[in-house]
């Protein structure tokens, strides 16, 4: 297929890596330009002027100025959830805190109880109808959680429907085990008891079902403790999954140190850095991922993503789509108040969101750019004067066509 008449092809990269600091700011594009697939796949792009129409054999495809760049990678959710949580919404609009909802016996063990409750075919079934929703707005590759089954048999429940996700939807899927996500309660009192059951009893059925890609532990107050993340994250390793990790939410937890001693692929959520944490991460290959839709949602400050950018880390950006933090997996909204309150610039944003999302679920040699040999999975905007006019009209649905590996959707 021959895609031509393109406003803007942004996100051109003929060697793509992962982008720190200041290259952050640059999003490379073609102005009037063509784009050509062959079998799921980049072949070629150029300039419209270069192109011989008259010679062209090919499907052609008028994208009308549309601006085509690579679909989202969103590198932290958890989709796979039963039911929604919108009393405990109401809970925080009159005062009540995350912490404290948490400790009474709702946030993640509440999620937790229901999906317990909840057959493996429902939870499929839900988890499906979130992401057919969030492919229409742009998303092409996503990592998924596991964590609200806090049980043996509730988080193999979730990775197998994670795996049957996997089989089914054309976009590309990673799995993490975050069995250590929070503590059930009837090991409220005995946390080696439960961390003994994730270690004994799920790591070896995970790895011999080839269940998961990487282990992930909500390191924070209240939660997993350093030593017993550490703990967690050895034992992943023993059975080949890399970290990715929870840190940082809520407190100044150390978090992003123990992440990057444990070469994280990425330390995620980030709401409260000081100086040690940004150092730390500056002199490490760890991405910084910010989800800056889970701030916003529980009115918490936003990730210092500017003082980031200027100590030269690698940002990505990711949606943590779930029921009690950040029920949207809205990535053009993500995009607007990564814009508005972190003060990204719309292509610092897009890059976090597109190449270094890529890069924080390892699948940057298929995704996250314009590249020859990449999947064809792209974004077709509506009419619009500027790329930064895609946050400055924050909530306006600018997508109008979604391609996944080069069929429309
Ligand atoms: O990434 N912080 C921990 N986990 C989720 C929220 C889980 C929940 O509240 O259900 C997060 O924000
Ligand atoms: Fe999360």
Redo the contacts with the bound molecule.
Sequence with gaps: MLITNIKQLIGIRENPHLLRGKEMAILPFLENAFLRIESEKITDYGLMKDLDLTIETNDIYDAKEAFVMPTWCDS?T?IV?AGS?ENEFIQKIKGVS?EEI?KNGG??LF?ARKLNETSEEELFEQAWNRIEAIKKLGTGAIEIKS??GLSIEGELKMLRVIKKLKNKSNLLIKATFLAA?TFPSEFKNNHQGYIKQIIDEMLPIIFEENLANYIDV?C?KG?FSITETEQILEAGKHFGLKPKI?AN?LHCSGGVQVGVKHRAISV??LETMGNEEIDCLKNSNTIGTL?PS?AFFLRMSYPPARQMLDANLAIALAS?Y?????PSGNMPLLIALSCIQMKMTPEEAINAATLNGAYAMEVSDEVGSITKGKLANLIFTKKMPSLAYLPYSFGENLIDNIMIRGNFQ
Aim: zero cysteines; hydrophobic letters at 20%.
């Design positions: 932290h958890h959830y949580r995350y948490a946030g993640i999620s964590g609200y996500h909500f924070e939660f929870h939410q995620d959520h989800l889970a943590d779930n029921p009690g933090s950040s």
